[in-house]
């Protein structure tokens, strides 16, 4: 993985056999980031990602192997309990034609992944709200 700042943005390759997650929060805890919004597109050959039932409070998880690009990896980082958290989604395609996404909770490159983080001066950390069961912005 590669990044370059500029002010308040960065733009970051992540590389084959790299997982996403993992090289984004390596560059959040690097750059001191606490509130940023991403975008991503590139390449993953293999994926998990999941939905979350909120009748059920019940998350159920897919995986997904073969070639895909991804149609869409947006998301947020900010903090939980004043420490690194981060909150994505995405949409990847196959041969097919055939999207499938979710919450992400893992991808593994498969040849370049091309992300720009746009760093929000502020900071919103997040709780844990029993009403929906999932951990939710929180504004003081």
Same mark, same amino acid.
């Given at each position: #993985?590669?990044?370059?700042?500029?002010?308040? !943005?960065? /733009?970051?390759?992540?590389?084959?056999?790299?997982?996403?997650?993992?090289?984004?929060?390596?560059?959040?805890?690097?750059?001191? /980031?606490?509130?940023?919004?991403?975008?991503?597109?590139?390449? /993953?050959?293999?994926?998990?990602?999941? @939905?979350?039932?909120?009748?059920?409070?019940?998350?159920?998880?897919?995986?997904?192997?073969?070639?895909?690009?991804? @149609?869409?990896?947006?998301?947020?980082?900010?903090? #939980?309990?004043?420490?690194?958290? +981060?909150?994505?989604?995405?949409?990847?395609?196959?041969?097919?034609?055939? @999207?499938?996404?979710?919450?992400?909770?893992?991808?593994?490159? +498969?040849?370049?992944?091309? #992300?720009?983080?746009?760093? /929000? !001066?502020?900071? @919103?950390?997040? $709780?844990?709200?029993?009403?929906?069961?999932? !951990?939710?912005?929180? $504004?003081?």
């Amino acid at each position: #993985m590669q990044y370059k700042r500029f002010d308040n !943005n960065i /733009i970051a390759r992540i590389d084959k056999g790299e997982e996403i997650l993992e090289q984004l929060k390596n560059i959040a805890i690097k750059e001191d /980031i606490k509130l940023a919004s991403i975008s991503a597109l590139g390449a /993953i050959g293999w994926f998990e990602a999941g @939905v979350y039932d909120t009748d059920k409070k019940q998350y159920y998880k897919n995986s997904f192997e073969g070639t895909f690009e991804i @149609v869409s990896l947006t998301g947020t980082i900010n903090t #939980m309990d004043g420490q690194y958290y +981060s909150h994505l989604h995405i949409s990847a395609g196959g041969k097919d034609g055939k @999207v499938f996404g979710g919450h992400l909770n893992k991808a593994i490159v +498969s040849a370049t992944c091309e #992300m720009v983080i746009n760093i /929000i !001066n502020g900071r @919103v950390d997040r $709780f844990y709200d029993d009403k929906t069961g999932l !951990n939710l912005f929180k $504004f003081d």
